[in-house]
């Protein structure tokens, strides 16, 4: 199984990004095979159509497109915005939708530096995540106050929070297993 990371934030000195390092490294403890997608990194226009529908789309984004068509599932990192999912994720939901992600698993993961851990924004991905035709893993990661919960480099900072984190994935993964074209 091959799960890919959407990191959703492009903002300067963000620190969503640790949540997708911890996200990384839990799944790979699980021997669960991962990527990230860091949208801080890749060259995304803004979107004017989607890739596949471009008569002569970029190098690059084709790439981007091949691996996501590989790809088992996924989950979508976002920190909340006034209320809702960054623009970069929905940009990048609407440049490559809907066929890499339909009939697939997503967890959705949301942050916040205040104490609601992006709860309006991951309930705001929910949504999209059922209108591009994927599946939403009922439960979600939602992680207020991130700085104190995971450093810069994914390690959790707050043990009290490892149950939390811990669930999300056994269960994302037990959820993305059910998935698996190979066991029928």
């Known amino acids: ?19 997708a390092l911890a996200l ?8 669960v095979k991962t990527s990230i997608i860091d949208l801080n990194e890749i060259d995304l226009p803004l979107f004017e ?7 002569d789309p970029p190098a690059h984004l084709q790439k981007i497109a091949e691996q996501l068509a590989e790809t ?16 970069s994720l929905k940009n990048f939901i609407d440049t490559f939708a809907k066929a890499p ?3 697939k698993p997503i967890g959705v993961a949301a942050c916040s530096a205040g104490a609601m851990g992006g709860m309006r ?14 599946y939403p893993q009922p439960q979600m ?19 009290d929070f490892a149950p939390k984190f811990n669930g999300f994935i056994d269960s994302f993964v037990k959820f993305a297993k059910r998935f698996d074209d190979s066991i029928f």
């Open 1 to 19: 199984m091959h799960i890919t990371i959407v990191s959703g934030s492009t903002r300067q000195g963000r620190d969503s990004h640790r949540i």
């Open 24 to 31: 990384d490294q839990a799944l790979q403890e699980k021997r």
């Open 49 to 55: 159509e989607r890739v596949h529908k471009h008569s």
């Open 72 to 87: 088992d599932g996924f989950i979508f990192l976002t920190p909340e915005y006034n209320g809702g999912i960054t623009s």
């Open 101 to 103: 992600f339909e009939g």
């Open 121 to 134: 924004a991951a309930m705001q991905l929910q949504q999209t995540i059922l209108a591009i035709f994927a």
């Open 141 to 159: 990661l939602l992680v207020g106050r991130m700085t104190n919960v995971f450093d810069p480099h994914g390690t959790l900072l707050d043990l």
